[in-house]
């Protein structure tokens, strides 16, 4: 299913089919260096495991870029123990919701398309899934990213210390959000 198109850039929700292109991203060191670490590449058998599980909470999506699948990005209400993770109230009433992505074509990095990327999916969380704001936590040593969120709005509201285990060590983060 479609979710939306701007310009050069589609977002479509993942299909089965789209399991070998995971494949393809997540064994390429290049990509594992940014999302989920060299030191741990997926095969089939784990693509499957870990983006087909029937979550209903996450929407799984594939990026397309002039026709051509590039990448990968999902989104998510955020549940009240991330929220309290995070240091929002647990009552708070604001919809806050979560995303992560990644392009997994290398030929495509540093052509401002992740920025596109951002942009359009904060626009669609806030008018279609009507989100007050959104939230990501990338680590605090990828100032790639980090740049191209805060060019999209987003600013750093807290440290996370050794937040997210990545190849071999948990590292801090950076939770960063976007407030409408």
Avoid at 14 to 26: E, F, G, I, N, R
Avoid at 74 to 98: A, H, K, M, W
Avoid at 108 to 115: A, E, K, L, P, S
Wanted: charge should be negative; include cysteine; charged fraction near 30%.
């Amino acid at each position: 299913m479609l979710l939306f198109r701007t310009g050069s850039l589609t977002i479509r929700e993942l299909q089965l089919k789209d399991s070998t292109l995971l494949v393809k991203w997540l064994s390429d060191p290049k990509v594992l260096t940014y999302y989920e670490g060299r030191d741990n590449p997926f095969n089939l058998h784990k693509v499957n495991e870990h983006f087909f599980d029937d979550d209903q909470q996450v929407t799984r999506c594939i990026v397309e870029f002039d026709g051509v699948s590039i990448g990968y990005i999902q989104f998510y209400q955020v549940d009240e123990e991330t929220r309290i993770l995070y240091g929002y109230s647990p009552n708070e009433i604001e919809s806050i919701y979560g995303m992560d992505q990644f392009i997994g074509e290398v030929e495509y990095w540093n052509r401002g398309i992740g920025q596109v990327l951002v942009s359009s999916m904060v626009e669609y969380l806030i008018k279609e899934k009507g989100a007050k704001k959104i939230v990501m936590d990338p680590q605090t040593w990828n100032e790639r990213a980090i740049r191209c969120y805060e060019k999209c709005g987003f600013e750093k509201v807290k440290h996370l210390p050794k937040h997210e285990f990545h190849e071999g060590e948990f590292r801090d983060c950076w939770l960063i959000e976007y407030y409408k």
